[in-house]
């Protein structure tokens, strides 16, 4: 099964907590598709910010909705003092962490949603990967080659053709499901195939 | 609990065939509140039409969520001819339709949605509620009252003021929960409290 996800997405950070284990316990492979929505929500929407800013009355459903729903799967929060953070960095590390992409993937959501870090700064992210037990100052230098900004913009144009709107997103046998709370429908569709 | 719908919503026909039977299973009342997602939207995305055909990649992926949600719950389906409906006569007669409001929400929902009937007509409503046991004459008659079309106004100038921004939503011990594929977290709030 296929995660999309963008670091700056609250929802994002729900799934990207939980994805993980339920996949195990599913027995099914997982594979990490960081992708960035601004240029997304820009070419559907003409915005230039989160639909959760530009439509405040969503936005202040959200926020609520996130106590909630961290509380419901018992997952650190704390709202970010930033919304939403540049992720373009942390794509990109992403795009490059290799097998780290999991724990590196968690870690950086957590400091941005749990611990209020910014995830934009490159010295930040470096002593993300550290704690995670990579090496910090290669990988954010690696992010910032050729390679791995056309591996980030792939991916963008990927979820593009996918028809993804929004974030996250999974993707099981060619099925797309939209949103964390679909997470056990995405996983019960690819076991079912 | 509350249920806040639209006849017109794709989602809230989900969530209307459902909500009976979770809320008797979890031993819970449940108030029908029909209202209008029409003037919201307007107010809040400046649109005359439904998001899912001003936003057609949106719209292309409901419209695929809707066939495998009601697979999954095994609800009949038939995509609509024309979306969205106008829902302004069927909600003023749920309005006003009393204790056969279970009955007759489910009913005009199926006509929407599974049997692509034209519920803004008013023989079709007429024969929908004759169909369940009610008088359609009488009630498609005081669903044009001044009293009926106030209560309507009514409901919706209250999802506004509950901060209502799209259907179905479940109020639950003052908490909005909003989406269908919430009901479950909205009943097990009610329960907890």
């Known amino acids: 099964m296929q995660f999309w996800f963008d670091f700056a997405s609250t929802y994002s950070y729900v ?3 939980r994805v993980g284990d339920e996949c195990a316990r599913a027995g099914m492979e997982l594979e990490y598709k960081p992708f960035l929505l601004g240029p997304i929500f820009t070419e559907l929407l003409g915005i230039k910010d989160s639909p959760f800013n530009v439509e405040p009355i ?24 930033v919304f939403p953070r540049n992720s373009l960095l942390a794509a990109r590390v992403a795009c ?10 968690r870690a950086i959501f957590r400091a941005n949603f749990a611990d209020d870090r910014d995830i934009a700064d490159p010295a930040v992210l470096r002593e993300i990967i550290d704690s995670g037990g990579a090496d910090g100052r290669r990988l954010v230098d690696l992010a910032q080659t ?5 591996q980030l913009r792939v991916n963008t144009a990927e979820a593009q053709r996918l028809g993804i709107f929004g974030a996250p997103d999974f993707v099981a046998d060619g099925e797309l499901f939209f949103g964390q709370d679909r997470l056990e429908d995405a996983i019960a569709w690819a076991r079912r195939t």
């Not at 936005?59 to 997952?75: A, F, I, N, S, V």
């Not at 490059?96 to 993937?105: E, F, H, K, P, V």
């Not at 050729?146 to 056309?150: D, I, L, S």
């Open 15 to 17: 799934a990207a907590l």
């Open 58 to 81: 969503r936005g202040r459903y959200m926020w609520r909705d996130l106590e909630r729903l961290c509380e419901k799967h018992r997952l650190p929060w704390r709202r970010p003092t």
């Open 96 to 105: 490059c962490a290799g097998t780290a992409i999991s724990t590196l993937t």
């Open 146 to 150: 050729p390679e791995v900004k056309a």
